[in-house]
């Protein structure tokens, strides 16, 4: 059995597949640790993952394996989607029910009308300061090491963007309940938006569960467990549950080009857009896929203008994809 309590059977280290995979990461493990259980079960070294889940979280997990791992700052870059419990009247060091509780305050007179009334003020960008016990680095050393050795980081405030923050549920109680969806952009801390919202309504809150629903298209009623990859993995049918590098990005543009611009692209040389934009961009700098005839993902380019021309200007080349997840 492995710590996820899975049973498999060592792979052997090919690191032949290429792409992405959705997982479903079970609470009680960190994100370092699925990876370190999907490198030993799938026999791949090279894996890594799209996005960081505090370990009680559980949810969406982007697994990217062999070149799909210089996709992972663009996959992070996707809106998130969450389904985060907020309980009311407790603080906590940690922000969250992991922590040690600092202060209780009882307040059965809350209401759903309540929260959702404070609720506005916290959608669109707004600026958030990191929770002390997370993941974050000052001089190499990760904030919550220092915390837990009586050391304080400097903490900044940063720009995050709420793009929709609804309540989906309200339990009343000593110290209420509320369930909501949060979608939000890359580097949001749940803990910290419910530690706010708690200051908003003068009782304080902690974030009591997280479940991540989706990250870009990728959503959790087509997550994998760690069980359902490890038998698939045994099965021989892991190809079709891993998501091509050529589509591992749908909402960018794909370009196809021909045989000679992908020698070009190859070298990392530029490509004239000779037929203009794909009608998709709006904006000079969007990013596309430039893929090959046999829509295998070749760049990632951005479209720009040099000297009164718009280019291609692959900004990530891919290489040795022929035999991709042969």
Known sequence: MSRAGTPFRKGRRTDSWQGVLNVLKPPGLTSHEVVLWARRCLGQRHLGHAGTLDAPAAGVL????GQATR????????????????????RTDTLDATGTVQSTTSVPHLTGADVAAVLPQFRGEIEQIPPLFSAKRQQGRRWHELARQGETPTRRSQRVTIYELTLRHFLPGEHPRAILEVTCSKGTYLRSLCADLGEALGCGALLSFLVRTQVGPYTLAEALTLEELAAIHR?????????????????LPRVVVDPTAAEKLAQGQRLPA?????????????????????????????????????????CKVFVNLVEENP
């Open 274 to 314: 000779e037929s203009g934009p794909p009608p998709q961009l709006t904006q000079a700098r969007a990013l596309v896929r430039l893929c090959d005839q046999q829509q295998r993902l070749l760049a990632l380019g951005r479209w720009e203008e040099r000297a009164g021309r718009w280019w291609y200007q692959p």
């Open 71 to 90: 996709l992972v700052e663009f996959l992070q870059e996707t809106p998130k989607v969450y389904r985060a419990e907020m309980t009311l009247g407790v």
């Open 62 to 65: 982007l697994l990217c394996l």
């Open 235 to 251: 099965a021989g049918r892991l190809r079709e549950y891993l998501v091509p590098l050529a589509e591992a990005l749908p909402h």
